[in-house]
């Protein structure tokens, strides 16, 4: 009878933690393909054809290893990353905390503005309603009694939506993917600046933190649990990693075949002109669809795991507190999109900067903690090869951190 009793309980622990790996996946990978993330990998592919697929894998193999310490680090220490960084350095939580709510509230202009441009790609709306439709369904989201469930759900399906969609069009654009495959591990040419950009738009600032926030909220946590959260965040980077190369290679293929697409001035929209000349005017409606779930999901996964980080003020906030929190967060960023217009670019610089910053800083304390407080991760040996490779991830960050620094003083000058 008791073993009758255990079974259910087994498998719906199994379940549970299957679904919270899944939804940590979607959540982690619809963050990092947000409207910024396409419109960069259009323009760098514009730029530098076949040879940017080098950049593409650079920036995976980066993620990787950022993605494989954040989530081993938090699953193992059962605490979030702004508690993480206080125990290692006292006050780091709250300076780590201000940055990632800073310049995800930023970024989240950018998210509200790019809903706004899919919609209008997609259905003629203006912008400008597009925007505001979008940013109110994010915070009818969080306000409902389900939105965890929501969430998910959301995350999975149009996840899978924005990768099937543009695999249609990488097809009919009939991309050289043998020229593609070879530029990835010989490129003719390196374009530093452009892996540092592609690496701060899809890992840095509050995304890196995104999946394993989601693993902690839902209790998938603890040494039991490590093989499982390891899989799942290499996983995570490979739904990344086949979304990146996709795209690239939809947009290589237009490029390949002698259109010229127009990257001057601030109204140029590289991706939209690449998917409409391979597919007509079907093809736009595709890049609105794609464009406006990216928006949205980023929207979400920007406000959730901004207000993650809230924890570290208040120990003791509640699901309730914390979903009324990521609404005022929303609606901040749409009432600033509405009076700005579309293209928040001072703004969007300065996100940026501090997307060059969080980084490497979120990444030092993580690697410390792996290398030299194993009290916090009890009964647990931390693989040496990851260690080393965050060092080495970790001194590249801060050097990419200088130059995005040095970006943005020349910017303003």
């Known amino acids: 009878m008791a073993a009758q009793e255990s079974a259910p309980s087994t498998a719906e622990y199994v379940k549970s933690r299957r679904s919270s790996l899944i939804s940590a996946i979607f959540l982690m990978a619809t963050s990092a393909i947000g409207p910024g993330f ?25 993620d990787f290893i950022v993605q494989q310490n954040i989530w081993r680090v938090v ?14 350095i006292p006050g780091s939580g709250y ?26 790609a997609l259905v003629g709306l203006d912008p400008k309603w597009g925007g505001l439709i979008s940013g109110l369904l994010g915070i009818y989201i969080f306000s409902s009694r389900k939105a965890s469930t929501f969430i998910d759900r959301l995350m999975i399906g149009l996840g899978l939506a924005m990768i099937a969609l543009t695999l249609y069009v990488m ?63 290499t996983k995570g980077i490979l739904v990344v990693g086949l979304m990146r190369y ?22 140029a929209n590289p991706a939209s002109q690449a998917f409409q000349a391979a597919a ?5 409606r595709i890049f609105g669809l794609i464009l406006w779930a990216a928006a949205l999901t980023s929207i979400i996964g920007a406000a959730y795991t901004s207000m993650s980080f809230l924890k570290v003020f208040k120990t003791s906030i509640t699901e309730r507190q914390r979903n009324v929190a990521t609404i005022v967060f929303i609606t901040i960023s749409l009432v600033i999109y509405l009076s700005m217009g579309t293209a928040p670019a001072a703004l969007l610089v300065f996100a940026g900067g501090f997307n060059g910053l969080v980084l490497p800083l979120g990444l030092t304390i993580f690697v410390y903690i792996a290398w030299r407080r194993a009290d916090l991760m009890p009964g647990y040996h931390y693989p040496r090869w990851l260690i080393w490779s965050g060092i080495v991830t970790c001194a590249l960050t801060w050097y990419m951190a200088a130059m995005s620094v040095t970006a943005i003083f020349n910017y303003l000058k």
Do not use: W
Not at 255 to 265: E, H, K, M, Y
């Open 280 to 284: 007509g005017n079907f093809g736009l």
């Open 171 to 233: 097809f009919v654009s009939n991309p050289p993917v043998g020229e593609a495959l070879k530029q990835s591990v010989m490129p003719d040419t390196i374009d530093f600046a452009m892996i540092t950009t592609i690496v701060g738009g899809t890992v840095g600032g509050y995304i890196c933190y995104a999946g394993a926030h989601r693993l902690l909220d839902k209790g998938t946590v603890g040494i039991e649990n490590i093989h499982v959260v390891s899989s799942a965040a």
């Open 75 to 88: 699953t193992l220490t059962k605490m979030h990353s702004s508690e993480i960084a206080n125990v290692t």
């Open 95 to 120: 300076v780590l905390a201000v940055l990632v709510i800073f310049g995800g509230l930023v970024f989240n202009i950018g998210n509200i503005a790019g809903a706004g441009l899919g919609l209008n």
């Open 246 to 267: 996709v795209l690239f290679l939809a947009i290589l293929g237009v490029v390949a075949s002698g259109v010229t697409i127009d990257l001057s001035g601030q109204a």
């Open 38 to 62: 396409i419109t960069q990998t259009a323009t760098f592919t514009v730029a530098l054809g076949a040879a940017f697929a080098f950049g593409i894998l650079a920036s995976i193999v980066i």
